[in-house]
């Protein structure tokens, strides 16, 4: 099997490790096939965008959510290292307000699968990082909510050192308490 597949704690989060080969040469992986990724993670879903960002170390993006039209999304790193973030932001789901994260870096090439319905969100660990991903919706700026990366209602433990690099809509972004969610 191309990818190995791991349920996170979320159990809709999945961890995505591509077969690697390498050589003295270097290393070959296939970053996406959907007929291996379909049969690996029993999903079947359709990419219609590729994103790509290149940010520096402290930078944190996120935690974004489009509330209508969400975005399913295949996300790795290619060069550096990130720690990578999903919220549940589905009311219905007894995991609620949770979250998980994972290192993702282009060492371990790791891809995490986070779903719609969830708040993603990533800081760069490393001097720069260059992030990829797959979405499974186009982005519509007028849907796109954020949520407070330093919530303490959700509590995610960032692996920081100093206050993050945040975009104007991440710094004013609502708690969970007051955030639109899923239903």
């Known amino acids: 099997m191309p990818y190995t597949v791991t349920p996170t704690a979320l159990p809709e989060v999945l961890i995505l490790e591509p077969k690697v080969f390498g050589d003295a040469r270097g290393f070959f992986l296939e970053s996406y096939n959907q007929r291996d990724f379909s049969k690996a993670s029993g999903l079947n879903v359709q990419f219609v965008q590729d994103n790509h960002s290149r940010s520096v170390k402290g930078v944190l993006r996120g935690l974004h959510y489009q509330i209508q039209h969400p975005q399913g999304k295949l996300v790795r790193v290619t060069q550096g290292e990130v720690f990578d973030v999903a919220v549940d932001m ?15 870096s282009a060492d371990n090439h790791r891809q995490l699968w986070v779903p719609p319905g969830f708040a993603h969100g990533f800081v760069v660990t490393s001097d720069t990082a260059e992030f990829l991903y797959k979405t499974t919706d186009y982005w519509y700026p007028e849907f796109e909510r954020s949520l407070l990366w330093s919530d303490p209602g959700v509590g995610v433990q960032w692996p920081l050192q100093s206050a993050p690099q945040l975009a104007a809509k991440d710094a004013a972004a609502k708690a969970l308490s007051e955030a639109e969610a899923f239903g």
Do not use: E, H, I
């Open 90 to 104: 589905r009311r219905s789901s007894p995991n609620f307000g949770k979250w998980v994260g994972v290192v993702l």
